[in-house]
């Protein structure tokens, strides 16, 4: 595969055997197996002529419902009303890939869109976030390192990470997501000090949870190459794909014109790549789909249907139905829609920070998902120096710390905040920006009177000294700084509470066991 028309270079990665997940599967993974009873309904629902006495399953007229009727956006009606459709939206999920309408929708919508090279396969599943779990506890046992963004998504460290005791080490990045030296240093690292290396790269590589960061194909093939070369599987969690989108020109691209993915590179079946319906359909659905090698992916069906049983059978069913009625020419529209209404929301904060924040913030133009990623300048080392004000100015935003791997460390000073404008009113993101602005011009004059007063800082403590970095090319390169700042009303003691201990064990503290910036 060569590289596409901002790519210049030839791909940089080599076809080599299939991944041997059994020297990747932790002690859960060895053990998982699939249910007896499970065995026994998968094996024989649907077959003609069978008499089953094997399954404790509800009888179709013992459900409530006989029929179903939704009414779309548009106006147009959706009835659900095939006695065979309907009974198997109130029924166990029987089926292991998932309802057999709905995985064969995604499984050509996925191969339309990212051609996987390897032999994979797909499931239907609950939504990213159970799915990110079963991999890790597939994959790792406790005290096991994941490799990741040095700014993630809080909850897969807060969540998973933390309470299965495996540990997170943050990869330095620019731009343009995770620096391919940085990936391939952290590894070095990890092979001179011995022990288990880590074999699990998790990355959000498109709208990137907090960043905003769009991964570019050039750089999804170094760090393909780079786990190729050390045998590190690639969980590419991509909830945002579908909402690309150019905020200057409005102009929608559609479902193929979103660029080539990690999926679409995975010459020997080392890519997990997690699609959802959360942020194209509907979160409540909780529903989305997993596509990996078959390996992989039959120890995923075993814990999917051992944990939970399978997806729920009325969002698949619903879904389905929806699709089916859509046509791919209808999806893509919605998908366009919803293009369009994600890069204006994008374009009205970005018009209004640059009207209200220059010479207070820099940030980068979103291009996709739901987030803008600003560095705050004003004298702020740390965000959480301005929550308290924001807070009596009705404003919320994160602060970027309980987003880094380092986050919970007293003396890791970031002057990082997410914002969303994916749920605000066009009014609100304009007003939410102007406050934000109006506090941390505030604490700059506040600030600046205090040293003009002899006093460091309004709290007596000197604060933590950032370098500077280039918002353009770094978002999520942070010097740690040496001195405590200060932990008043700290956002650590409202989100990690007495998480904090757990937290740092979760996180590698040896100085020479981090990537600079992390």
Same mark, same amino acid.
């Given at each position: 595969?060569?590289?596409?028309? $901002?790519?210049?270079?030839?791909?940089?990665?080599?076809?080599?055997?299939a991944?041997?997940? @059994?020297?990747?599967?932790?002690q859960?993974?060895h053990? +998982?197996?699939?249910?007896?009873?499970?065995?026994?309904?998968?094996?024989?629902?649907?077959?003609?002529?069978?008499?089953?006495?094997?399954?404790?399953?509800?009888p179709?007229?013992?459900?409530?419902? @006989?029929?179903?009727?939704f009414?779309?956006?548009?106006? @147009?009606?959706?009835?659900?009303?095939?006695?065979?459709?309907?009974a198997?939206?109130?029924?166990?999920?029987?089926?292991?890939?998932?309802?057999?309408?709905?995985?064969?929708?995604?499984?050509?919508?996925?191969?339309?869109?990212? !051609?996987?090279?390897?032999?994979?396969?797909?499931?239907?599943?609950?939504? !990213?976030?159970? *799915?990110?779990?079963?991999?890790? !506890?597939?994959?790792? &046992?406790?005290?096991? @390192?994941?490799?990741?963004?040095?700014?993630?998504?809080?909850?897969m460290?807060e969540?998973?990470?933390?309470?299965?005791?495996?540990?997170?080490?943050?990869?330095?990045?620019?731009?343009?997501?995770?620096?391919?030296?940085?990936?391939?240093?952290?590894?070095?690292?990890h092979?001179?000090?011995?022990?288990?290396?880590? +074999?699990?790269l998790y990355?959000?590589?498109?709208?990137?949870?907090?960043?905003?960061?769009?991964?570019?194909?050039? #750089?999804?093939?170094?760090?393909?190459?780079v786990?190729?070369?050390? &045998?590190?599987?690639?969980?590419?969690?991509?909830?945002?794909?579908?909402?690309?989108f150019?905020?200057?020109?409005?102009?929608?691209?559609?479902?193929?014109?979103?660029?080539?993915?990690?999926l679409?590179?995975?010459?020997?079946?080392?890519?997990? #790549?997690?699609?959802?319906?959360?942020?194209?359909?509907?979160?409540?659905? #909780?529903?989305?789909?997993?596509?990996?090698?078959?390996a992989?992916?039959?120890?995923?069906?075993?814990?999917?249907?051992?944990?939970?049983?399978?997806?729920?059978?009325?969002?698949?069913v619903?879904?389905?139905?929806?699709?089916?009625?859509?046509?791919?020419?209808?999806?893509?529209?919605?998908v366009? &829609?919803?293009?369009?209404?994600?890069?204006r929301?994008?374009?009205?904060?970005?018009?209004?920070?640059?009207?209200?924040?220059?010479?207070?913030?820099?940030?980068?133009?979103?291009?996709a998902?739901?987030?803008?990623?600003?560095?705050?300048?004003?004298?702020?080392?740390?965000?959480?120096e301005?929550?308290?004000?924001?807070?009596?100015?009705?404003?919320v935003?994160?602060?970027? #710390?309980?987003?880094?791997?380092?986050?919970?460390?007293p003396?890791?000073?970031c002057?990082?905040?997410?914002?969303?404008?994916?749920s605000? *009113?066009?009014?609100?993101?304009?007003?939410?920006?102007r406050?934000?602005? *109006?506090?941390?011009r505030?604490?700059?004059?506040?600030?600046?009177?205090?040293?003009?007063?002899?006093?460091a800082?309004?709290?007596?403590?000197?604060?933590?000294?950032?370098?500077?970095?280039?918002?353009?090319?770094?978002?999520?390169?942070? $010097?740690?700084?040496?001195?405590?700042?200060?932990?008043? +009303?700290?956002?650590?003691?409202?989100?990690?509470?007495?998480?904090?201990?757990?937290?740092?064990?979760?996180?590698? *503290?040896?100085?020479? !066991?981090?990537?600079?910036?992390c």
């Amino acid at each position: 595969m060569t590289a596409t028309t $901002d790519d210049r270079e030839a791909s940089p990665y080599q076809h080599v055997a299939a991944v041997d997940y @059994t020297q990747h599967f932790g002690q859960e993974g060895h053990a +998982r197996k699939l249910a007896s009873l499970r065995v026994l309904l998968s094996a024989f629902t649907g077959v003609p002529g069978i008499i089953g006495l094997h399954g404790g399953l509800p009888p179709a007229d013992a459900f409530p419902f @006989t029929e179903m009727s939704f009414t779309l956006r548009d106006g @147009t009606k959706m009835q659900i009303s095939d006695p065979a459709q309907v009974a198997a939206a109130q029924q166990y999920s029987v089926t292991l890939r998932g309802y057999p309408a709905l995985y064969e929708w995604v499984k050509k919508h996925t191969w339309a869109l990212h !051609s996987p090279p390897a032999d994979h396969d797909i499931v239907v599943t609950c939504g !990213s976030n159970h *799915t990110i779990e079963m991999i890790m !506890s597939l994959l790792m &046992d406790k005290g096991d @390192t994941v490799l990741c963004e040095s700014y993630t998504y809080p909850h897969m460290i807060e969540s998973l990470v933390i309470p299965r005791g495996f540990r997170v080490q943050g990869i330095e990045t620019d731009g343009e997501g995770i620096i391919p030296g940085a990936l391939s240093k952290a590894l070095e690292q990890h092979t001179v000090r011995g022990g288990k290396p880590p +074999r699990l790269l998790y990355t959000v590589p498109v709208g990137q949870n907090p960043t905003g960061v769009v991964t570019p194909l050039h #750089r999804r093939q170094q760090i393909y190459a780079v786990c190729q070369k050390n &045998d590190v599987v690639i969980l590419e969690d991509d909830p945002y794909f579908y909402l690309q989108f150019s905020a200057s020109s409005m102009a929608p691209r559609g479902l193929h014109n979103l660029g080539a993915s990690y999926l679409s590179l995975d010459t020997d079946g080392r890519v997990i #790549r997690l699609d959802s319906f959360s942020k194209v359909l509907a979160p409540g659905l #909780r529903l989305g789909w997993a596509t990996a090698a078959p390996a992989l992916l039959e120890k995923l069906i075993f814990h999917l249907h051992g944990s939970t049983l399978g997806p729920c059978a009325l969002s698949q069913v619903v879904v389905a139905a929806l699709l089916q009625q859509w046509g791919e020419q209808g999806f893509e529209q919605h998908v366009k &829609d919803m293009q369009q209404g994600y890069a204006r929301r994008a374009h009205i904060l970005h018009t209004a920070a640059e009207e209200h924040l220059v010479g207070l913030a820099e940030w980068q133009e979103p291009q996709a998902g739901m987030f803008a990623w600003l560095k705050l300048s004003g004298g702020i080392k740390d965000a959480d120096e301005i929550l308290d004000k924001l807070k009596e100015e009705k404003v919320v935003v994160v602060p970027g #710390r309980i987003a880094h791997c380092e986050g919970p460390r007293p003396n890791f000073a970031c002057p990082y905040i997410r914002v969303s404008f994916a749920s605000a *009113t066009d009014a609100d993101l304009v007003e939410g920006i102007r406050r934000l602005a *109006t506090v941390i011009r505030n604490f700059e004059q506040e600030t600046s009177a205090s040293h003009a007063n002899g006093v460091a800082g309004s709290n007596g403590n000197a604060s933590t000294h950032v370098p500077a970095s280039n918002s353009n090319t770094d978002p999520g390169n942070t $010097d740690n700084g040496d001195s405590k700042h200060s932990k008043d +009303r700290s956002v650590q003691e409202v989100v990690h509470d007495n998480e904090q201990m757990s937290l740092n064990d979760a996180v590698h *503290t040896a100085a020479d !066991s981090q990537p600079e910036g992390c």
